[in-house]
């Protein structure tokens, strides 16, 4: 039995290149194309695939938002994200909700192929681009962990009218501390997050989401 595969994507050259790709694979089968999200939620309940290709936005309907409500409706349905965006956070999500797979459209046909297999048997795939960005983020994430049990309240509250632009007067007056307490607590954050700048806490503060 070849596996069966859906494709939800409303530009016509993807769902067609995916077809010819599949024309020289004798154990896989293009049976179903969708371009809108509310026609793959009326027409994967009469024709379940075995891979579902889904996108990342549809004209009527999110990816996130049809994954979830195809999840929610059938928690076994593969589906493998086929998206020409590299966004961290988008790829993160999708995983979260229950997608096996994330695949830049980009990729080559070999690529796509052994996502499907991959996803079909119950493997998870993502693109090897994708690998290293989250990668990337988890030591990002965990090196923010580490700035963030550093800091202490008052710290965290003096970085936070740092980054509003107050000056350290005006932060003196907003916590009621002396001038002296807030020039000392900059110079904590300066040692602490390893910058030599006010520009430094802000870039650190906004990248690690410690404020």
């Known amino acids: 039995m070849p596996i069966t595969l859906a494709i939800a994507d409303d530009h016509p050259v993807v769902a067609n290149g995916i077809r010819t790709i599949m024309r020289g694979v004798p154990n896989m089968e293009v049976i179903d194309t969708y371009t809108s999200g509310q026609a793959l939620l009326q027409g994967i309940q009469t024709r379940r695939p075995d891979v579902l290709l889904l996108d990342m936005q549809l004209p009527d309907l999110s990816g996130p938002e049809l994954a979830a409500s195809i999840l929610k409706r059938d928690p076994q349905q593969r589906i493998l994200v086929l998206s020409s965006t590299d966004i961290i956070l988008q790829v993160k999500k999708m995983l979260k909700l229950g997608c ?98 006010t520009a430094g806490l802000v870039k650190v503060a906004l990248q690690t989401g410690l404020v």
């Open 100 to 197: 096996m797979g994330y695949l830049l459209k980009d990729a080559d046909d070999m690529t796509i192929i052994q996502a499907i297999e991959t996803v079909q048997q119950g493997g998870q795939y993502l693109s090897p681009a994708l690998n290293q960005l989250l990668i990337d983020d988890l030591f990002r994430n965990k090196k923010a962990e580490k700035k963030n049990t550093l800091l202490t309240r008052r710290e965290k509250e003096v970085l936070q009218l740092i980054i509003d632009e107050h000056t350290n007067q005006e932060i003196a007056d907003k916590l009621f501390i002396s001038l002296h307490t807030v020039e000392n607590h900059r110079i904590s954050l300066l040692h602490k997050l390893e910058v030599k700048n």
